[in-house]
């Protein structure tokens, strides 16, 4: 059971937009900490892909964007393309765990 | 650029203690601006933190798995190690190493990753 709850698996077309969610609680992302997101693709080691909650690392592309809002945040893919059917992780911290990194359990995202 | 490079046995018996190291390389493990992590991922599920160094020597575990765990930190070898003692079949996973800035605060460079797999 992890910390912060996403959805199992999302799809699209390519060309559309989907949306990952990131549910947490008022001890991780309700209490101000910040949320980063991960890409992984098949058989790779994860990629940060969104840091301090809506920030792109250099090379990210634009149609990578996050939110988030509350004890929740979101990961938004805009022109959904066949190469962005991988693994998404959000991750973030919790002062339960004494500000310890915590990780969502994944969401595969499948492009139609 | 900066790499990270694991290693170690891919295969553990189990009750015995698994053990690999990062290597890194293209970067400094001594600056201060970085922790240095290990993250496990089984096979088919997700992420998992086992816990950060800093250079200086200072540690930070997952409570989970805190009495079996050990980071330690080489500086003078660019090397930081894991030890997971006690292991069992559900230890079996994907190890991956990262970097950590202490400002940024998300895993921005990962080392590949090595199977470490626990059977008699």
């Known amino acids: ?42 058989g790779t080691a994860p990629k940060l892909l969104i840091y301090g909650n809506s920030n792109r690392p250099s090379g990210v592309p634009d149609r990578f964007s996050g939110s988030k809002s509350g004890t929740s945040a979101s990961l938004a893919i805009t022109g959904l393309q066949v190469e962005d059917e991988a693994d998404y992780y959000c991750q973030s911290y919790d002062s339960s765990l004494s500000g310890y990194v915590v990780f969502g359990g994944g969401t595969k995202l499948t492009v139609l | 650029q900066l790499q990270l490079q694991e290693s170690g046995p891919g295969l553990v018996k189990p009750s015995e203690t698994l053990s690999l190291t990062c290597t890194v390389s293209g970067g400094s493990i001594s600056s201060s601006s970085y922790y240095w992590g290990w993250i496990r991922q089984p096979p088919g599920k997700g992420l998992e933190w086992i816990g950060n160094i800093y250079y200086s020597g200072s540690t930070y575990y997952n409570p989970s798995l805190k009495s079996r765990v050990t980071i330690s930190v080489d500086t003078s070898k660019t090397q930081f190690s894991l030890k997971l003692s006690s292991v069992t079949a559900a230890d079996t996973a994907v190890y991956y190493c990262a970097r950590l800035p202490i400002t940024a605060a998300g895993f921005d460079y990962w080392g590949q990753g090595t199977l470490a797999t626990v059977s008699s």
């Open chain 1, 1 to 42: 059971q992890s910390v912060l709850t996403q959805p199992p698996s999302v799809s699209g077309a390519p060309g559309q937009r989907v949306t990952i969610s990131c549910t947490g609680s008022s001890s991780n992302i309700g209490a101000g900490y910040d949320v980063y997101w991960y890409q992984q693709l098949p």
